[in-house]
């Protein structure tokens, strides 16, 4: 895989540390701005906080996986604050083993675990977790049918996925398509492909949060950020890898601005055969 929604895998440890640089912290997904005055980070952790909401009667017995885990953020706050155990499937090394590090700095490692491994297929038993959780991810894969199905396997029954995506809009511009396709995502699904294909993966839509209005200020923060911080930038990676992740989340920008792009939570619930 070597494209993303919002950030890339698989790429050096100096562009990892780019993207914690540029965006506060070990996050790598859109946040909730409420208010508008919180840093990146700052609602990050509101995003993180936000999705917990759907997954009632987290206990120290429960078993939840994040699913392309990035730098870990979501995993080791999950298991600090919730105290259930915590799995950590991710395809990028460098990040993993940041993250390996910070939970073995935090003394975590009874409660998180770290894995290498990508979405459409997970090196679990089946019916394991009681939960599953995944950020701003899902667009790395254009398999999503087979990613669900997937999913469904690992999962207890009845047992629950809550994710956030970012999605195009229905009935997009002809404009808008176009930049879309210069985007370094495999695939921006809309909410009803989402839907339909969760639906041929065994799921049941339980609910959507449309979180669409953070979008315009979640754009325009990382841009803020990029030229406030750009000659350091430019020195740990090279002009020309900034320029094009400035052109990237000008891109955002815009078809945010123009509500052309939609961003939430959605819930499903694993069906029983």
């Not at 790598?28 to 508008?36: E, S, W």
């Not at 990613?147 to 029954?157: E, K, N, S, Y």
């Not at 094009?244 to 945010?256: G, P």
Request: proline content about 3%.
């Amino acid at each position: 895989m070597s494209k993303a929604s919002l950030a890339p895998f698989n790429e050096t440890k100096k562009a990892q540390q780019f993207y914690r640089d540029l965006w506060g912290g070990d996050d790598l997904h859109v946040g909730i701005y409420r208010p508008k005055t919180l840093t990146i980070h700052e609602a990050g952790r509101k995003t993180t906080e936000r999705m917990l909401r759907f997954m009632p009667r987290i206990k120290r017995a429960t078993k939840m996986l994040v699913l392309q885990s990035g730098f870990g953020t979501a995993a080791r706050y999950i298991g600090q604050e919730k105290k259930c155990k915590v799995w950590c499937l991710n395809d990028d090394k460098v990040q993993n083993a940041y993250n390996q590090g910070r939970i073995d700095e935090l003394e975590l490692t009874k409660k998180i675990q770290v894995d290498q491994g990508g979405v459409e297929y997970m090196p679990y038993d089946p019916n394991y977790f009681d939960f599953i959780m995944a950020q701003d991810s899902f667009s790395i894969t254009a398999k999503k049918r087979k990613m669900f199905r997937a999913i469904h396997r690992v999962l207890v029954p009845e047992g629950r996925l809550v994710f956030t995506a970012l999605m195009r809009a229905e009935g997009l511009t002809k404009k808008s398509e176009e930049i879309i396709d210069k985007l370094p995502v495999q695939e921006l699904a809309t909410l009803s492909q989402y839907e339909e294909d969760a639906r041929k993966g065994f799921f049941q839509h339980v609910y959507t949060q449309d979180l669409s209005s953070h979008l315009v200020t979640h754009f325009k923060k990382v841009l803020t950020t990029l030229e406030e911080k750009k000659d350091d930038l430019i020195a740990q990676s090279s002009k020309k890898f900034v320029g094009r992740r400035i052109k990237t989340y000008e891109r955002f920008l815009k078809l945010a601005k123009e509500e052309q792009l939609e961003w939430g939570i959605l819930v499903f619930q694993k069906l029983n055969a």
